[in-house]
């Protein structure tokens, strides 16, 4: 009875997998929470993990082509200062842990967090010319609708994406990395 409870557990996760044609006619997913959803327990695997090793989700509406990437770490301030600002990512040491003295306002302890970056690509292109131009794509090719996200600021659901509270009703996705 175990083993076929197991089985019938696993049998609801399984996921269809349906093919659409993108804005250029190519082939992509059908968008399912189950394509950008976290896949199994190791960080790996995680979406955010695929988009910090250089993967980018690319996600149509029926009009629209966006890009959601990693753009880098910054520094996050932790503490009971709440008059210091975050230190500019190229002053903070490579360790994820940063003590600063501040006088006699005692120490501010930063950690570094990862952003992301969601944009609207001003044209839909062939994956073969986007390839060709770099992925993620150039500053000119897209339009930054929000920078420095943090990971919690974007909330998949089963009809789409939420970005810092906009809903975009999603179609299609797919992964491309770099190389």
Request: aromatic share 10%.
């Amino acid at each position: 009875i175990c083993f076929m409870q197991n089985a019938l557990r696993q049998q609801r996760f399984v996921r269809e997998v349906t093919i659409q044609y993108n804005l250029c006619n190519e082939p992509w997913l059908k968008y399912s929470i189950s394509i950008v959803a976290d896949k199994g327990l190791k960080k790996s695997l995680y979406t955010s993990a695929r988009l910090k090793k250089g993967e980018v989700i690319y996600l149509e509406t029926h009009f629209n082509r966006y890009e959601l990437c990693f753009s880098g770490e910054k520094p996050r301030s932790i503490g009971s200062n709440s008059s210091a600002s975050d230190l500019e990512p190229e002053k903070h040491q490579n360790n994820s842990h940063h003590h600063l003295q501040n006088g006699d306002r005692g120490a501010m302890e930063h950690e570094l967090r990862d952003v992301f970056r969601w944009s609207r690509c001003k044209k839909a292109m062939p994956e073969v010319a986007m390839r060709s131009i770099g992925i993620p794509l150039p500053a000119e090719q897209v339009e930054v609708l929000q920078d420095n996200l943090e990971w919690e600021d974007v909330q998949w659901s089963q009809t789409g994406v939420w970005v810092s509270g906009k809903e975009y009703p999603l179609a299609r996705v797919h992964f491309l990395s770099a190389n």
